[in-house]
């Protein structure tokens, strides 16, 4: 073979993967629905790209030059979500973050055996700043098939989750999910507007970074607050404290936990003393984010239990947040467990 032909890897689209790797019980809506969600990453993408011309181009509420309207970055992704997915007869409900109530599939199409719950654009407080953020999303299937598209069909603990993953707009494009047979990661080529494959079966490495809010250490309990000196290293209450570990926080749970994946390490967004389950949106962040933690090697906790055994009682549960290395995370427990 001549030098040029002999190239690492195989070039494979996000469909062509899809399509090959489907699992057993996909039939052919189960596929479909992750390429609406590719295609929903692209649009989502080309508008994230572009964010910083808001206020040249025209800001929310403003009509742009093409006589559309503006909307702002996270309205639009919600929309955009909503509006591939609300008729192609795949899906009876949709939830999202940006809704009180569950999203029903418009009388005149027809409902699916599938449920799709998503965070349409996460890390608000970095849109307008350009860092990157994040879509999540998870898919369930319906509890049951005659009644299909109520709430109950999003009220799943995230141990029932089918697929999830997340779509990440950094430097590149990345969209990442599993369907139980691994974690496995594409980044978008702009220029011909595809996923390809760039991380197969991601698994996380061994530790190097911890990421929290430090800010708010004064709120955090007794527990969390020793087990934050743990992670720095400090071996006086526990002689097995990692070493060298570095702090990173970008503050878009997206972007903290793919650097985490990627690299190795532990994110956690605790309770806090006047808000005692945190921030962390546990249907729309958490569960989905704990389903790939799990096939990656991973664990995801609320300091006490899985997250993938929590039943979300409401549409918009917080939850204390740990996720990462499964030692790591099970330390936190042991901290909450014997201090807390
Ligand atoms: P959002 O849904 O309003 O964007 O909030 C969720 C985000 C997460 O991405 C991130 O981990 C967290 O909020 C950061 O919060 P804080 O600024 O309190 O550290
Ligand atoms: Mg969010």
Not at 154 to 167: D, H, M
Not at 216 to 245: F, I, M
Not at 264 to 289: D, H, W
Not at 313 to 319: E, G, K, W
């Amino acid at each position: 073979m001549s030098n040029n032909m002999k190239f690492k890897r195989k070039i494979v689209t996000i469909e062509r993967y899809i399509l090959e790797n489907q699992p057993d019980y996909a039939r052919g809506d189960f596929t479909n629905l992750l390429y609406d969600i590719a295609m929903a990453a692209k649009l989502i993408a080309n508008k994230t790209t572009r964010a910083g011309l808001a206020d040249i181009l025209g800001s929310a509420g403003e009509v742009n030059v093409q006589g559309e309207e503006q909307q702002q970055l996270d309205v639009y992704a919600d929309r955009t979500i909503f509006r591939l997915c609300d008729h192609t007869g795949r899906v009876c409900a949709m939830a999202s973050e940006e809704h009180e109530d569950i999203l029903e599939i418009p009388s005149e199409f027809q409902k699916g055996r599938y449920v799709l719950v998503y965070d349409p654009l996460d890390g608000s407080s970095n849109i307008d700043v350009n860092v990157s953020i994040g879509t999540i999303f998870g898919i369930y299937r319906c509890v049951d098939w005659a009644n299909r598209g109520r709430v109950e069909d999003c009220l799943q603990p995230g141990r029932k989750l089918l697929a999830a993953g997340y779509v990440l707009y950094g430097a590149s494009t990345m969209l990442v999910y599993s369907t139980g047979q691994g974690v496995h990661g594409f980044t978008l080529d702009p220029h011909i507007g595809e996923f390809l494959l760039s991380h197969p079966d991601l698994r996380f490495p061994d530790p190097t970074y911890y990421s929290a809010n430090h800010g708010y250490y004064q709120r955090w309990s007794e527990g969390v607050q020793a087990y934050t000196s743990w992670l720095q290293g400090n071996q006086q209450e526990e002689k097995d404290a990692p070493q060298g570990l570095s702090e990173r926080y970008i503050g878009s749970l997206v972007a903290d936990f793919h650097r985490n994946l990627l690299k190795g390490g532990v994110f956690m967004y605790p309770g806090e003393k006047n808000k005692p389950n945190g921030k962390i949106r546990l249907l729309y962040e958490a569960a989905p984010l704990a389903y790939l933690a799990h096939h990656a090697g991973g664990y995801a906790s609320n300091g006490q239990q899985s997250i993938l055994d929590l039943t979300p009682a409401d549409l918009h549960d917080r939850t204390p947040f740990f996720i990462g290395n499964t030692r790591l995370v099970q330390k936190a427990e042991d901290f909450i467990k014997r201090l807390d």
